[in-house]
Nanobody, 115 residues
Framework: QVHLVESGGGLVQPGGSLRLSCTASGFTFSTYDMSWYRQAPGKERELVALISIGSKPTYADSAKGRFTISRDNAKNTVYLQMNSLKPEDTAVYYC?????????WGQGTQVTVSS
């Protein structure tokens, strides 16, 4: 059974940092591209960052220079280090596993940036 479990969300002040983790089970993690998406209230879900099977990262413009995506295949975990957080980063953050045949989603973790 496939599971993607996100953790690390919470309340942080503007300018602060958070590190999100997503731990996978039930599939061969190293053969999937992994990504982080977010969805703010009243908005569509949007891609934040993606890391390929070969560990090449890609970022949305809103994340460039502030967020870093990484993966540890030995731990079946993908991370999102978020620095210089802004109120507009407030959203539920989801991880996604993708290969040409399957997509899996986690249940999300709430990130709230507020003073």
């Amino acid at each position: 059974q496939v599971h993607l479990v996100e953790s690390g969300g919470g309340l942080v002040q503007p300018g602060g940092s958070l590190r999100l983790s997503c731990t996978a089970s039930g599939f061969t993690f190293s053969t999937y591209d992994m990504s982080w998406y977010r969805q703010a209230p009243g908005k569509e879900r949007e891609l934040v960052a993606l890391i390929s099977i070969g560990s090449k990262p890609t970022y949305a413009d809103s994340a460039k220079g502030r967020f870093t995506i990484s993966r540890d295949n030995a731990k079946n975990t993908v991370y999102l280090q978020m620095n210089s957080l802004k109120p507009e980063d407030t959203a539920v953050y989801y991880c996604k596993a993708r290969n040409p045949w399957s997509n899996y989603w986690g249940q999300g973790t709430q990130v709230t940036v507020s003073s």
